[in-house]
């Protein structure tokens, strides 16, 4: 059974960083894209930035040049680095995993930004 667990959030104030890590279990293959979405509360779940097999990577407008997504060398692992954080980033965090049009997802992590 696959599973995605995310790690790294919490509260951090305006301007600071956080690190989200993300580890996928009972696998055996590799997925054809990873990425982050979030969702803030009483908005819809959107994609922060997603990295796919040969490193193609996207990222929302509202994240480029502050944040960071990565690969692990197994490729069953994603990291966001997130600098220069902001109050609107404020929402949880959920790691996804895409393997032949199928999406998985992980449990989510809270970041929480003040001001």
């Known amino acids: 059974q696959v599973q995605l667990v995310e790690s790294g959030g919490g509260l951090a104030q305006a301007g600071g960083s956080l690190r989200l890590s993300c580890v996928a279990t009972?696998?055996?293959?590799?997925?054809?894209?990873m990425g982050w979405y979030r969702q803030a509360p009483g908005k819809e779940r959107e994609l922060v930035a997603i990295?796919?097999?040969?490193?193609?990577?996207r990222y929302s407008d509202s994240v480029k040049e502050r944040f960071s997504i990565s690969r692990g060398n197994a490729n069953n692992r994603v990291y966001l680095q997130m600098n220069s954080l902001k109050p609107e980033d404020t929402a949880v965090y959920y790691c996804?995993?895409?393997?032949?049009?199928?999406?998985?997802w992980g449990q989510g992590t809270q970041v929480t930004v003040s001001s």
């Open positions: 996804n995993g895409k393997f032949r049009g199928r999406d998985s």
């Open positions: 009972g696998i055996r293959f590799s997925f054809d894209a």
């Open positions: 990295i796919a097999n040969g490193a193609n990577i």
